[in-house]
């Protein structure tokens, strides 16, 4: 059975040494600079509002909006939680940029060849069995890697356990339909730039919802889609067949045998 990743943030306990962004950089081979804001060498960045620190990263989220977006299927989401991306099938047409509920892509305008960069969830530590370099990195604990069920129970206990110190709520669990980046914090996450308007549902479903009570657009973007799900899967398809005749996996024809 596979089990859901996710990291549990806990703000009160961040002290902001950075560690997880230069564990961050270390890992995927970008320059150590320190760095205040996402960019195409921060993958992980954190915002300092009075005392506390917020990490930023991508949020992975359950239902990816980005993932739904993408036209060629150069985003996918992992069961175990990445939302990983395949650069020889983007296609740089941007729409998981403006999708993105929280902001996160960013996009090689002055590179001949651009692509996307943000955080990759480590899914070749994860596949090994290893913590996050962000989580491994973190010295007071602030950042937490696990079963996303288990981080809920542990968030949930830590709430219960000291109520003053933390607002009542795990920014995380179910916004937009839940995101494998779960947060803890001693104040409104509002006040720390967090966007508490996004809702429970997951942001694809509400488009089709918002098509569904437009007949027209429906039907148009219907077919739009459905182009798109044929060009995407067929492009798999292709892939996966080119992959197995490059293995000598296919299979036999009644007349060699």
Not at 241 to 256: C, F, I, M, R, V
Request: net charge positive; aromatic share 8%; charged share 25%.
């Amino acid at each position: 059975m596979t089990h859901k990743k996710a990291m549990l943030i806990d703000i009160s306990l961040c002290v902001g040494c950075n560690a997880c962004q230069a564990g961050c950089k270390e890992e995927n081979g970008l320059p150590p600079n320190e760095e205040k804001y996402l960019s195409l060498t921060a993958y992980t960045a954190l915002s300092k509002y009075n005392d506390l620190y917020v990490r930023r990263m991508c949020q992975h989220c359950d239902v990816p909006t980005c993932v739904s977006v993408c036209p060629v299927g150069a985003l996918t989401k992992s069961g175990v939680g990445p939302v990983s991306y395949d650069g020889e099938k983007c296609i740089g047409c941007r729409y998981c940029l403006q999708a993105c509920p929280f902001h996160v892509p960013k996009y090689e305008w002055s590179s001949t060849k651009p692509s996307i960069r943000k955080c990759k969830f480590c899914p070749n530590r994860l596949a090994k069995g290893r913590p996050t370099a962000c989580a491994e990195a973190c010295p007071t604990g602030a950042t937490k890697f696990g079963d996303r069920d288990e981080l809920l129970i542990e968030a949930a206990r830590r709430i219960n356990a000291e109520p003053g110190k933390y607002v009542t709520r795990i920014y995380g669990e179910q916004d937009v339909g839940g995101t494998s980046m779960l947060y803890l914090s001693p104040v409104p996450f509002e006040e720390l730039g967090f966007d508490s308007r996004l809702g429970k549902i997951p942001m694809p479903m509400l488009t089709m919802s918002a098509l569904s009570k437009v007949p027209n657009v429906l039907s148009v973007g219907g077919v739009l889609l459905a182009g798109i799900w044929w060009i995407t899967n067929r492009r798999t398809e292709v892939q996966a067949h080119e992959s197995a005749l490059k293995q000598g996996k296919t299979q036999p024809q009644e007349d060699d045998e």
